[in-house]
């Protein structure tokens, strides 16, 4: 079966740091680009990163550029994201998602995880 | 920066209905555009990518159109599943961005 499974969301201090993870099952995660998507509570969708499938590029939107870093490790098929000095604005679920692109990071999302909600909040 | 707008905000259908949403980019993103749909608590599904093009399991209902700045998702006969939210997603200019949401609600 084709999964996505997030974890590592929590309730963490202004400032603080935290790493999500997604566990990838039922697809060829080595050869697949990978992307972070938020949702603020009652809010839209947001892209936030992506990363090739060799993890040789990355890419931010200029909001957490600086402060995020997404990786990944392909012996484990699991995707990561180190998310440090964290602000209020960034309460949000974030979603991993399998990303279709012939050039990363220009593509469409056709995988996604359940979510995992990440609050900053003092 | 690319500006994506999707209207209307708000849409009342009957079930059987037809529902037609339209996203304008501000700028040209010849047919890098992707629909989904996310229904309260899940994760959002892709309906269609490259303007058209439905993905893997996806209703024949479901139809998208256009190019360059105007494209349309039309719902040829609304179901009970199909009462969500729905977004359009243009992949084409930096950075990748969603529009501000549909949301088709029952009449």
């Known amino acids: 079966e084709v999964q996505l499974l997030e974890s590592g969301g929590d309730l963490v201090q202004p400032g603080g740091s935290l790493r999500l993870s997604c566990a990838a099952a039922g697809f060829t995660f080595t050869s697949s680009a990978m992307s972070w998507v938020r949702q603020a509570p009652g809010k839209g969708l947001e892209w936030v990163s992506s990363i090739t499938g060799s993890g040789d590029s990355t890419y931010y939107v200029d909001s957490v550029k600086g402060r995020f870093t997404i990786s990944r490790d392909n012996f484990v098929n699991t995707l990561y994201l180190q998310m440090n000095s964290l602000r209020a604005e960034d309460t949000a679920v974030y979603y991993c998602a399998r990303l279709v692109a012939s050039i990363v990071p220009y593509g469409a999302f056709d995988i996604w995880g359940r979510g995992a909600m990440v609050t900053v909040s003092s | 920066e690319i500006v994506m707008t999707l209207s209307p905000a708000a849409l009342s259908v009957s079930p059987g209905e037809r529902a037609t949403l339209s996203c304008r980019a501000s700028q040209t993103i010849s047919n890098d555009l992707a629909w989904y749909q996310q229904k309260p608590g899940q994760a959002p599904r892709l309906l269609i990518y490259g303007a058209s093009t439905r993905a893997t399991g996806i209703p024949a209902r479901f139809s998208g159109s256009g190019s360059g700045t105007e494209f349309t998702l039309t719902i040829s006969s609304l179901q009970s599943e199909d009462f969500a939210v729905y977004y359009c997603?243009?992949?084409?200019?930096?950075?990748?961005?969603f529009g501000g949401g549909s949301r088709v609600e029952i009449k």
């Open positions: 997603q243009q992949y084409d200019k930096w950075p990748p961005l």
